[in-house]
């Protein structure tokens, strides 16, 4: 089972900037239920973070909050337990993640 890297309905999702997230709240509920999945988010989060601090590469994280859907498009620099980590400390709980789609690297565009 593989961790998705679209939404199925990727319109459904508005595009934001980092800095919009301290706006944001969040859900108490993981918005995937599957423990597999769940499983696979966090190895697919890692491997985003090493892309991102190795290569500068980007990805699309897409999420929830109680306020919407959204997309994000950031380079990851860590992932804790609980929350992905951004530039400038900004953080994302990895339980609003539903999907995760990597670009090319920086270096690359």
């Known amino acids: 089972m593989a961790f998705p890297a679209q939404p199925d309905q990727r319109s459904a999702f508005r595009l934001i900037e980092r800095g919009d997230l301290t706006a944001l709240t969040y859900s108490a509920s993981d ?21 991102g601090n190795v290569e500068e590469r980007k990805v699309t994280l897409y999420f929830t909050a109680e306020q919407g859907r959204f997309a994000l498009h950031t380079t990851l620099w860590a992932c804790t ?13 990895i339980r609003a993640i539903e999907a995760l789609e990597f670009h090319q690297s920086s270096e690359e565009e």
């Not at 423990?35 to 090493?50: S, Y």
């Not at 609980?82 to 953080?91: G, I, L």
């Open 31 to 51: 918005q995937v239920a599957d423990p597999e999945l769940r499983q696979e988010r966090w190895k697919v989060l890692h491997l985003a973070t090493f892309q």
């Open 81 to 93: 337990e609980h929350a992905v980590v951004f530039k400038n400390a900004e953080e994302l709980p």
